[in-house]
């Protein structure tokens, strides 16, 4: 089938709630068999999620409270690109530093997901940084508890395997890159 053929019009749209962070909107669409309904989305836009290696290939990662599961959560740093961000890439330095006080050597792209398309807009843009050194000034926004420390990457592995490691975001990004890291090294 093509594109055409399950695509929908948006008749209207519209900001139903906002808040610091997202915005919820709601649209009057026309579906391709001419019903008209309404669909809510959750406008959140793009993020960098960083996958940080030290110059000792130890894994930077952050602890956070999360107040919606109310509970401390275990992950990579990420972060929403900002109106002055180039493009992903340069997010990543400044979002590695604000939360991590570590400044990456280099960057390179892993990959970019859509990870909740049938409610959300956000796209999460994968990045490996390495020869990362605890250099930058920490400058964390007003609503984030966070505690930095460095792991390694067997050990998110493990953690992901064991069911201990609970942010999707960190999840997919150390499975990513554990998959085709050991693609790689199988096939030299």
Known sequence: MSEDTLAWETIDSGTAYTCEGFDVITEAVELPDGTETTFDYLAEGESVVVLPFTRDGDVVVI?????????????????SLESDDDDPATAVERELGEETGYEPGTVEHL??????????????HYFLATDCTPTADRNLDYNESIAVETTTFDALVEAAREDELRDGRTMLGVLYYALFEGVAERNP
């Open 111 to 124: 990959t970019t997901v859509e990870p909740a398309n049938g409610f959300s807009d956000a796209v999460f």
């Open 63 to 79: 602890e956070e409270w999360r107040q919606a599961i109310r509970r401390v959560n275990y992950g990579l740093p990420a972060g």
